[in-house]
């Protein structure tokens, strides 16, 4: 990436390169980050085995290709059981907590990856109460187990899904984004006048350089018949229904249908659910600014994708 | 939350066409099952295919254009695929590879029973899909998708399905 500055390990426990005036995140002291444990992380992420017919991994639903979001409007688990919400994209997770629409309690992405592994509401990769199941499909392969004692040399290479958890939060703290046109300050006139709007508009909650403020918030009025009542399905608060939280607007252009659920099919149409109206040339100079948010390299970055070896041989 | 959306095939490819195709991927509820008609007949007349591992012996696993067939898999860790697919599976699900030869440049679909990954390989690459999206409801039908090719031999991946069987239905569109 162009302009990147390697920021060492400050604070604790991070590693990766950063753009210069982008602070690195806060990285958990029991969980430092390793080139081992982040290369264990990322073949796990792809590992369809942390699912209980071994049809679904983390990168089933978040495809880096859409900035690892998931293009459809919902994604069914292993069971058939349809998705409850759109898959977020994923780029600088590791500055975000809370973590997911509209659950304050996942704070850290260790403690989220157990959502969609052994998550039920809805059923994701299936695998509660089968967690060791993991661990057993795991522990069979030997490069698995070589990676493992190289990435926690503490722990003498066990496997289970404590440490399945440590790596995969090891490897999406890696998942960063700042190559965007935006950060290059290399934006089209019309998008330059996008932002200018944008600022005014949009930028109170889509704010800062992850363009989230990272609470929660409700769009209108509640709607006590809507199947999903966000927030207030975990803080039980009426005043919290239809709350979720800020999404980050980086490759937003990637990561449609939009919306906690999917349902706004175009950009254009998200915009509109905000609620002020735009003519066509603000809405044209609006979408021109979300287009320059889009961060291609993340997209294509190998270290990202899919992984074609392990321990030297061919997967 | 049921599913709200099932594209059918006009749909889909008028939704291609205008704007990506958004598909919600989940089964409805169905009380009976439904024949799909037209291109997709052929669906409810399946053959039977023991699907290759590996891409030395997939001529023997050849399933012709228009002729739905019920493919017998391998577990994942036995299956040599020609190229890494983009959704290789685990351990414990299974896959395989099936040859099929198009005769003439087009639009072609391929229809499966389940939601396995799939990949279809031309001289050692990949083409690209097209579109996809449902089949019709309570067909069977699981997932459809829908490549360009041009007049060849090809080996059709199947990966990551949970059942050591599935479905599948090649069809030129019109």
Redesign the interface.
């Known amino acids: 990436m162009a302009g990147l500055a390697l920021v060492g390990t400050a604070p604790a426990g991070w590693i990766g390169p950063l753009p210069k005036g982008i602070a690195p995140p806060a990285v958990p002291a029991d969980n430092p980050m390793s080139a081992a444990r982040i290369e264990l992380g990322r073949r796990l992420f792809?590992?369809?085995?942390?699912?209980r017919?071994?049809?679904?991994?983390c990168?089933?639903c978040h495809e880096q290709k859409h900035a690892f979001a998931d293009?459809?409007?919902?994604?069914?688990g292993?069971t058939?059981?349809?998705?409850?919400r759109n898959v977020p994209g994923l780029a600088n997770v590791a500055w975000f907590s809370p973590l997911t629409y509209a659950d304050p309690r996942q704070t850290t992405l260790e403690a989220q990856v157990a959502v969609p592994v052994a998550g039920t509401h809805p059923v994701e990769m299936g695998m509660t109460g089968h967690e060791g199941d993991i661990a057993a499909?795991l522990d069979?392969?030997a490069c698995y187990r070589a990676m493992f004692a190289q990435a926690f040399p503490g722990g003498h290479g066990q496997i289970d899904f404590a440490h399945v958890r440590l790596a995969i939060a090891s490897f999406e703290r890696t998942m960063t984004s700042y190559g965007s046109a935006w950060d290059r300050t290399q934006m089209s006139p019309q998008a330059a006048q996008g932002a200018r709007r944008f600022a005014r508009d949009c930028a109170a909650c889509h704010q800062g350089p992850r363009f989230t403020d990272l609470a929660f918030h409700r769009i209108g009025p509640a709607d006590p018949a809507a199947?999903d009542q966000g927030l207030a399905e975990i803080t039980r608060q009426p005043a919290d229904a239809g709350k979720f939280r800020t999404p980050s607007l980086r490759n937003v252009t990637l990561t449609?249908?939009w919306w906690h659920d999917?349902s706004a099919?175009?950009l254009d149409a998200a915009v509109t659910r905000h609620g002020k109206a735009y003519a066509p040339a603000e809405m044209a100079a609006l979408l021109a600014f979300l287009d320059a948010l889009t961060d291609r390299e993340f997209t294509q970055r190998p270290a990202l994708g899919?992984p074609?070896m392990a321990c030297g041989k061919?997967? | 939350?049921?599913?709200t959306?099932v594209l059918g095939l006009s749909a889909l490819l008028a939704a291609t066409a205008a704007?990506?195709a958004?598909?919600?991927?989940?089964?409805p509820a169905c009380t009976a099952p439904v024949a799909p008609e037209g291109i997709l007949a052929p669906w409810s007349t399946p053959g039977q295919i023991v699907a290759a591992t590996n891409g030395a012996q997939v001529n023997a696993a050849t399933l012709a254009i228009g002729q739905a067939a019920r493919i017998s898999l391998a577990p994942?860790p036995d299956v040599h695929y020609v190229i890494?697919p983009?959704?290789?599976?685990?351990?414990?699900?299974h896959g395989g590879l099936v040859a099929f030869t198009v005769p003439a440049d087009g639009a072609y679909r391929i229809a499966l029973g389940s939601?396995?990954w799939i990949d279809v390989i031309g001289d050692g690459r990949p083409a690209l899909s097209t579109a996809h999206g449902h089949g019709p409801a309570c067909s069977g039908i699981r997932k459809m998708v829908d490549f360009s090719l041009t007049k060849g031999s090809y080996v059709l991946q199947i990966s990551?399905?949970?059942?050591p069987q599935t479905a599948v239905l090649i069809v030129r569109l019109p």
């Open positions: 792809y590992d369809a085995d942390l699912s017919d071994g049809t679904v991994a990168a089933t293009g459809n409007i919902t994604h069914p292993v058939g059981e349809p998705g409850r499909r069979k392969d199947p449609g249908p999917g099919r175009s899919l074609r061919l997967l | 939350m049921r599913l959306l704007a990506p958004y598909a919600q991927d989940g089964a994942t890494q983009e959704k290789p599976g685990g351990s414990v699900s939601p396995a990551a399905n949970g059942d």
